[in-house]
């Protein structure tokens, strides 16, 4: 079974600082990992995602994430937050061994970003 | 290039009654998926189909239920409604039924069961 812990359900950063949002994952296989963000009253929009290449990541909006399997953790970064940033971000792993590539979601990180 | 779309956008049901959501899939794909995201929880999945075919479903009852048409548009229907059924019911297409395709999500239908 695969399961995803975000390690912050809140963050809170000022403008043009950076953010750092963690996630650590479990899973059976070799996983595909996502970062999907969710701003009020709209769906989900994928970031990024790791399938087994590179192990930095980069994504849209200036986003990156590192795929560490010692640590079995997907960390997102951005080195300078903007207002538009403050969403809902989750963590995301793929069973795509299984029939169908069902996605198991973290909690969510919830971000606001202060001006 | 048509994205995900969901209808309707808000629905208000009463407890015991019986619900219909739909779907249509972007473009191109020929895979529905289907989530449950209750306020302030992640998204967990319900099922999914593949060629109008059920090809995977999460920790749901069977009064959860759903169909794929030929034209890959999808309907999630839930029977016998209960409070806890309230939530945002997103659904997301891709290209195919396995591996690590990516999944584009619609905007959502938001359920409240009074």
């Known amino acids: ?115 | 290039e048509t994205g995900v779309t969901q209808s309707p956008t808000h629905l208000i049901k009463t407890r015991g009654q019986q619900v219909t959501l739909r779907c249509s899939s972007q473009s191109g794909h020929n895979t529905v998926s289907w989530y449950q995201q209750a306020l302030g929880q992640g998204p967990q999945f319900i099922f999914q189909y593949y060629r109008e075919e059920e090809n995977g479903r999460g920790n749901f009852p069977p009064r959860f239920s759903g169909l794929q048409f030929p034209n890959y548009s999808s309907e999630l229907n839930v029977n016998a409604l209960e409070l806890d059924d309230s939530a945002l019911y997103l659904c997301a297409s891709s290209s195919k039924g396995w591996g690590n395709y990516e999944q584009y999500f619609g905007p959502g239908t938001r359920l409240t069961v009074t």
């Open chain 1, 1 to 115: 079974a695969q399961s995803v812990t975000q390690l912050d359900s809140h963050v809170s950063v000022s403008e043009g600082t950076p953010v750092l949002l963690r996630c650590n994952y479990s899973s059976s296989y070799s996983p595909s990992l996502f970062w999907y963000v969710q701003h009020p009253n709209k769906g989900l929009q994928l970031l990024l995602k790791y399938t087994s290449a590179a192990t930095l990541v980069k994504g849209i909006n200036g986003f990156e994430a590192e795929f560490k399997k010692s640590e079995t953790s997907f960390h997102l970064t951005k080195p300078s937050a903007h207002m538009s940033d403050a969403a809902e971000y989750f963590c995301v792993v793929s069973d795509h061994e299984a029939a169908g590539n069902k996605l198991t979601f973290g909690g969510g990180t919830r971000v606001l970003v202060k001006p």
